[in-house]
């Protein structure tokens, strides 16, 4: 093998590794949204050939093996209805979605920590209800104050929130790039303009 076929091979299996599924349940809606449900190329296809999924769209690439040829999906539907987590697991992740990535006292966006609003030291536990999202300074302003004593607010009251309020609230940060083909499923419900 000389270099120029090692280099072709790389730069091939590069420009596929750009072509990511966006993966239905049965319903026709995303698995989730944020983070969105997508799958690489190499997972669809493997999915299609297991009869797991129907294509629903393709992008303009194909793959070939020595007997077969296919255009890689850019939209697949899995062909069993996979039910919804309902219970919310209470992650740092899940916690900053809740919060819509800002902090809960001034509203900024960046360098996001997470916050007891009762403190630990006065007896604060950390759960739903008492964790914010929080940016450093704010954080260290508040320290283990009580809110009144740090004179500060919360934009909102922390809660448990529910599998389907994550679910909306994702949708509020789609990803840096979404294909064409993907835009009729992940919008069908919204409210159409005037």
């Known amino acids: 093998m000389d270099g120029d076929f090692r280099h072709e091979f790389v730069r091939e299996r590069g420009v596929l590794k750009h072509h990511p599924a966006l993966v239905l349940n049965a319903d026709y809606r995303p698995l989730s ?25 393709e992008y303009d ?10 255009k890689i999906p850019s939209v697949v539907v899995l062909k069993d209805y996979v039910k919804p987590q309902k219970r919310v697991a209470f992650t740092r992740f899940n916690l900053f979605l ?3 990535f800002r902090c809960q006292y001034c509203g900024g966006r960046g360098d996001l920590t997470f916050d ?13 209800e008492n964790v914010v999202a929080a940016c450093s300074p704010c954080n260290l302003k508040k320290g283990s104050k009580s809110l009144c ?5 919360l934009r909102k009251p922390p809660r ?10 994702g949708r509020k940060f789609p990803p840096n790039h979404l294909h064409d083909s993907w835009l009729d499923f ?9």
């Open 33 to 57: 949204y944020y983070p969105l449900s997508l799958w690489p190329w190499q997972e669809a296809i493997k999915a299609v050939w297991l009869d797991r999924v129907d294509i629903v769209a």
């Open 61 to 70: 690439f194909e793959v070939r093996s020595p007997s077969t040829r296919i």
């Open 98 to 100: 809740r919060d819509e």
């Open 116 to 128: 007891h609003v009762v403190p630990r030291a006065a007896g604060g536990i950390t759960s739903w």
């Open 149 to 153: 004593r740090a004179g500060m607010h």
């Open 160 to 169: 448990r929130p529910t599998a389907d309020e994550l679910r909306n609230v």
């Open 186 to 194: 992940l919008y069908w419900d919204a409210e159409l303009e005037a």
